[in-house]
Nanobody
Framework: QVQLVESGGGLVQTGGSLRLSCAAA????????MGWFRQAPGKEREFAAA????????YYADSAKGRFTISRDNAKSTVYLQMNSLKPEDTAVYYC?????????????????WGQGTQVTVSS
């Protein structure tokens, strides 16, 4: 089992920044690829970013490229999502997810463990 706890969400104005954190407990964090997903009201959960087990490879949704940066600190069992130049359409609940494999999938169904989510609201 892996327990994931997100933090860092909040209310920010258009153009602002937030840094989300996801702390993991349980099975070895360093053996898991990690992903960030988001879900806006009335919409399906969608992929935002992901990072490989060792941190050498990162992946982004087109909507996140150039604005979001995913990183991980295996010593702290934490994955981060730095979000810059935020837009109202980034408003959603953001979830981190883990899967015990080297490279992360981009589909939500490919992950085994999920956090409870953190709300990000971007005002216009």
């Amino acid at each position: 089992q892996v327990q994931l706890v997100e933090s860092g969400g909040g209310l920010v104005q258009t153009g602002g920044s937030l840094r989300l954190s996801c702390a993991a407990a349980g099975r070895t964090f360093s053996s898991a690829a990690m992903g960030w997903f988001r879900q806006a009201p009335g919409k399906e959960r969608e992929f935002a970013a992901a990072i490989s087990r060792g941190g050498s490879r990162t992946y982004y949704a087109d909507s996140a490229k150039g604005r979001f940066t995913i990183s991980r600190d295996n010593a702290k069992s934490t994955v981060y999502l730095q979000m810059n130049s935020l837009k109202p359409e980034d408003t959603a609940v953001y979830y981190c997810a883990a899967v015990s494999r080297q490279f992360p999938p981009k589909s939500a169904g490919g992950y085994d463990y999920w956090g409870q989510g953190t709300q990000v609201t971007v005002s216009s």
